[in-house]
């Protein structure tokens, strides 16, 4: 008798492959274990075992695997359905989902980059010989891939001995070294060491007594520490002391203290602080929780509109204390950006060490580690937080999932495959395990109100603020008009600029938010209208102050700032638009005293940048924060009474159809980090468009208005929630090959499809990367079998594929969220 098995192998391939093995072998397989098996030429991968059977394959001869890897499945069959139906709805490969889900670490293979672990202990004597001979290898190589390891120790299959290694910490993936934490970094002040010494202590006072400034810090540092205050907060001593941040820098620099950092999310915290039950629901909240509760009982995903701070997180957590009563597991599901240590700190007050956070950012040993917890069900994985990735984790018994901030549109990934949206796989992942499912907004994206409108899903609303604190107070300010009474200073109106001095002045703090798309700068000849274009896509160059740069957003090429007009050699450059930078630059101007801080992607870029720049600006060090849409996500901060937003219109003007619900969401967002305490908020946009529909509907908090405007304009144009989407880009970097190839696919695609095809054309920024791209939409009416179109498309793909000139030509789908 013959024994094969087939497997799914982490690379885009349309079907599963299929191997040989043992009687023995067989006998012992289980679906979702892996295994290391040869492809191709002479590559290893891990690949997962799908199903054993006894059929030869046809098309080629099988060959052998190499080893089993697990003695248990490390995928179960909830996770398998899961990402079988990713694969299809998604219309990309299963290898993809796979390689997609699982931790980079569990899936060795022969192109993986192996280098040693500088910073490990590595204790020589523990090391089995092969280990050993790969540890000293290591030594005089910088990195190894791992079939390199299979020439050192002559073995074919290395995959067990370097995840012994892997494990043993003595060696690094290369993926680590790309990884980046965001932990919330607390500064901390303790005396320095020297002045352990009580002898050398009274000298040090002594010294100080003509410093008396810096003696009140080093008292009030002793003040705190009596209070049995451990460890110190910078904030605290400054509050206490009354000293300024730079007396306390002196007595650093000096060594009189010493300053630390303190990762509080990684603090484990053992149990729990706090009980759920001792949560006390408002009114509103009982009953949006009831009605929650009663939706659940009808199997419905249930949407939950509440306005910013109505205390949609308190709701939560009842429904995870409800879940965790019966034993099963919950899923905290947030776009990446609001995944804050402020929320992890309120999630682990109430539930202790059952919280595990998942995140792709994390490194590759905290992941593997809470795979695992939640494989074996453990007590510490009983409800996870994450970002789109922890829908895949090895959940065997699901109770709930929370999406927040469920009309985020980064909950959709667009490179690479899978392009799932995270909100729809979490539906159905709750589905697959009859768990409750809640989708929560303050803004709710136009389709998930449709299905609540439609009874395809529950509805709840909160439409109070906690606490009765009052919405924010919005006002709009022409800067149209104010230019042309000369009433600007910079980019601000006098309005803000006032109300910035007031705020200031009062204490409180200030966000200006500047639009990512209206960010960049781009440096034109005011002679022969030249700007600096990217040689590799089409798009303009944008200016970054910083480095005196051109740089590229797409693909990050630069240059430096030249002095004449490349063209046509004239100087009459000018600076159009303007980005966050420019905005620091003109706020150190007009409040020369305030501490202004700035969160964009190139102040993000670095270990904890994120996170220090938020917590400088919680803990009060910072007076203004200058930032683009990361400052919009479900952050609490208690002290800011007025958002600024710069400019509404770069948002309204996106050729995107759904720029205008996009519009309304991320400006109420922001506008509802004002006034979360008793004080009222105040929030002033700045238009050339103050009348525009979508700023009238922001000012009034008209949710409804909003959504009957766009669902009408979606009806008039055909696009969803009333029809169904599909766009399909090629790419090329032959521009006459992808037009050829193009006009090749819509047609086909025609025949099939008829008016429902539209295109093939130019993207706006039609080349990135030097490839040259192309799109083509597929819309159909909802009634219309998706699954039947999607096979018909495949069919398509499959005569196009066989075309040997159009080889080059790649295909891209975005299904639903183009
Ligand atoms: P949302 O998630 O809707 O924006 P939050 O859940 O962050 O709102 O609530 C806003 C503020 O009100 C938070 O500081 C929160 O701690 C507080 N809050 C909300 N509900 C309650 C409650 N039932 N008891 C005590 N504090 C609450
Ligand atoms: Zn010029
Ligand atoms: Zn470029």
């Given at each position: 008798m013959q024994y094969f098995l087939?497997?799914?192998?982490?690379?885009?391939?349309?079907?599963?492959?299929?191997?040989?093995?043992?009687?023995?072998?067989?006998?012992?397989?289980?679906?979702?274990?892996r295994v290391a098996v040869p492809f191709g030429k002479s590559k290893i991968y891990t690949a997962l075992a799908y199903r054993t059977h006894q059929l030869a394959p046809e098309a080629y001869e099988a060959k052998e695997i190499y080893q089993i890897l697990d003695e248990t499945p490390l995928v179960n069959s909830y996770q398998l359905k899961h990402w079988e139906w990713i694969a299809k709805y998604y219309l990309c490969t299963l290898g993809e989902v796979l390689r997609s889900a699982l931790p980079s670490a569990f899936l060795l293979e022969s192109e993986t980059l192996v280098l040693p672990?500088?910073?490990?202990?590595?204790?020589?004597?523990?090391?089995?010989?092969?280990?050993?001979?790969?540890?000293?290898?290591?030594?005089?190589?910088?990195?190894?891939?791992?079939?390199?390891?299979?020439?050192?120790?002559?073995?074919?299959?290395?995959?067990?001995?370097?995840?012994?290694?892997?494990?043993?910490?003595?060696?690094l993936q290369k993926e680590e070294l790309y990884e980046q934490y965001r932990p919330k970094l607390v500064r901390y002040v303790k005396l320095g060491e020297a002045y352990l010494d009580e002898d050398k202590l009274e000298a040090l006072l002594k010294d100080l007594s003509r410093a008396p400034k810096q003696s009140q810090v080093v008292l009030s540092l002793f003040q705190l520490q009596a209070q049995n205050q451990k460890p110190i907060p910078v904030s605290n001593l400054e509050k206490e002391s009354g000293g300024s941040r730079a007396v306390i820098k002196t007595l650093v620099d000096k060594g009189v203290l010493e300053e630390y950092h303190i990762r509080t999310d990684r603090v484990a915290q053992e149990s729990a602080s706090g009980s759920v039950e001792d949560i006390v629901l408002n009114s509103h909240q009982e009953k949006a929780l009831e009605s929650i509760r009663a939706s659940f009982s009808d199997d419905k995903t249930t949407l939950l509109h509440g306005v910013t701070a109505s205390g949609k997180t308190e709701v939560y957590f009842k429904l995870i204390q409800d879940c965790l009563n019966d034993g099963k597991q919950a899923l905290y599901l947030l776009p990446e950006i609001a995944l804050t240590s402020q929320l992890i700190n309120r999630l682990r007050y109430f539930f202790g060490s059952k919280v595990s956070v998942y995140h792709s950012k994390y490194s590759i040993h905290?992941?593997?580690?809470?795979?695992?917890?939640?494989?074996?069900?453990?007590?510490?994985?009983?409800?996870?937080?994450?970002?789109?990735?922890?829908?895949?984790?090895?959940?065997?018994?699901?109770?709930?999932?929370?999406?927040?901030?469920?009309?985020?549109?980064?909950?959709?990934?667009?490179?690479?495959?899978?392009?799932?949206?995270?909100?729809?796989?979490?539906?159905?992942?709750?589905?697959?395990?009859?768990?409750?499912?809640?989708?929560?907004?303050?803004?709710?994206?136009?389709?998930?109100?449709?299905?609540?409108?439609?009874?395809?899903?529950?509805?709840?609303?909160?439409?109070?603020?906690?606490?009765?604190?009052?919405?924010?107070?919005?006002?709009?300010?022409?800067?149209?008009?104010?230019?042309?009474?000369?009433?600007?200073?910079?980019?601000?109106?006098?309005k803000l600029h006032e109300a910035i001095s007031e705020t200031l002045e009062e204490g409180g703090q200030v966000i200006l938010f500047q639009n990512r798309r209206g960010f960049a700068p781009i440096v034109e000849c005011t002679t022969c209208g030249h700007s600096a274009q990217c040689p590799n896509c089409d798009v303009s160059l944008t200016y970054h102050q910083f480095r005196n740069q051109l740089r590229c957003h797409y693909c990050g090429y630069h240059m430096a700032l030249q002095e004449a007009c490349l063209a046509c050699g004239s100087h009459t450059l000018d600076k159009k638009g303007f980005g966050t930078e420019q905005i620091q630059e003109e706020l150190k101007e007009l409040f020369p005293d305030a501490v202004v801080g700035r969160m964009d992607l190139d102040t993000t870029r670095g270990k904890y940048a994120y996170e220090k720049i938020i917590t400088a600006f919680e803990q009060q060090e910072t007076d203004i924060l200058v930032g683009t849409q990361m400052v919009t996500k479900g952050l609490d901060f208690r002290n800011v009474s007025l958002v600024g937003i710069m400019n509404a219109d770069t948002l309204l003007n996106f050729p995107d159809y759904r720029a205008h619900e996009r519009s309304f969401q991320l400006l109420t967002q922001v506008a509802g980090r004002a006034g979360r305490t008793q004080k009222r908020g105040k929030v002033l946009i700045q238009t050339y468009n103050p009348y525009h529909q979508i700023l009238q509907q922001v000012t009034t908090n008209d949710y409804a208005k909003m959504f009957a405007e766009q669902y009408y304009e979606r009806e008039q144009f055909k696009y969803p929630p009333l029809v169904r989407i599909i766009k399909l880009t090629l790419k090329d970097k032959d521009f006459n090959k992808l037009n050829e190839a193009s006009e090749w696919f819509a047609t086909s695609l025609r025949n099939v499809l008829g008016s429902q095809i539209l295109g093939p054309e130019y993207p706006p920024v039609a080349r990135i990367r030097r490839d040259y791209l192309k799109n083509i939409l597929i819309k159909m009416p909802k009634n219309q079998s998706i699954g039947q179109t999607k096979n018909?498309?495949?069919?398509?793909?499959?005569?196009?594929?066989?075309?040997s000139k159009y080889k080059s030509v790649r295909l891209v789908y975005n299904v639903d969220h183009i």
């Open positions: 087939d497997v799914v192998l982490p690379i885009p391939l349309e079907r599963l492959f299929t191997y040989r093995i043992s009687a023995e072998e067989a006998a012992f397989m289980r679906p979702g274990m672990n500088k910073d490990a202990e590595v204790d020589e004597m523990g090391l089995k010989d092969d280990e050993f001979l790969i540890f000293e290898a290591l030594q005089h190589q910088s990195a190894l891939k791992i079939g390199e390891i299979s020439g050192i120790v002559d073995k074919k299959n290395v995959l067990p001995l370097v995840n012994r290694l892997v494990q043993k910490g003595v060696v905290e992941r593997v580690e809470v795979w695992n917890n939640v494989l074996g069900k453990a007590e510490k994985a009983q409800i996870v937080i994450g970002a789109r990735s922890a829908l895949f984790l090895p959940y065997s018994d699901l109770g709930l999932i929370v999406v927040d901030e469920e009309h985020e549109s980064s909950f959709k990934q667009f490179d690479p495959a899978p392009r799932y949206h995270a909100r729809d796989a979490a539906i159905v992942l709750a589905s697959l395990h009859g768990a409750s499912c809640i989708l929560g907004s303050a803004t709710p994206s136009i389709e998930s109100m449709d299905n609540a409108k439609k009874n395809k899903y529950g509805y709840a609303s909160m439409n109070y603020r906690y606490g009765d604190v009052l919405m924010p107070d919005i006002n709009l300010v022409d800067i149209k008009e104010a230019t042309r009474k000369k009433k600007m200073k910079g980019h601000f109106s006098e018909s498309i495949k069919r398509i793909q499959k005569s196009f594929n066989a075309i």
